[in-house]
């Protein structure tokens, strides 16, 4: 099932990012994949054109 699709942002450093929009549309499931809480099934998250990916959940805290 695919929930969310063809997202992208840039974030720099000293800027917040605020993810917006209606119930439903999923923010929540970006915001966690982005973080990846959730583990991604297909594309790529990076951070610094470091793909965050393949990493195990504790190597991600310090990143976090």
Request: aromatic share 6%; proline share 3%.
């Amino acid at each position: 099932m695919k929930v969310v699709d063809d997202v992208t942002f840039d974030g720099f450093k000293g800027e917040t990012l605020g993810l917006v929009g209606e119930s439903g549309c999923g923010k929540t499931n970006v915001g966690g994949t982005a973080l990846q809480v959730y583990r991604v099934t297909t594309g790529r998250v990076q951070l610094d054109g470091i793909g965050l990916t393949q990493f195990k959940p504790t190597t991600l805290h310090p990143l976090r």
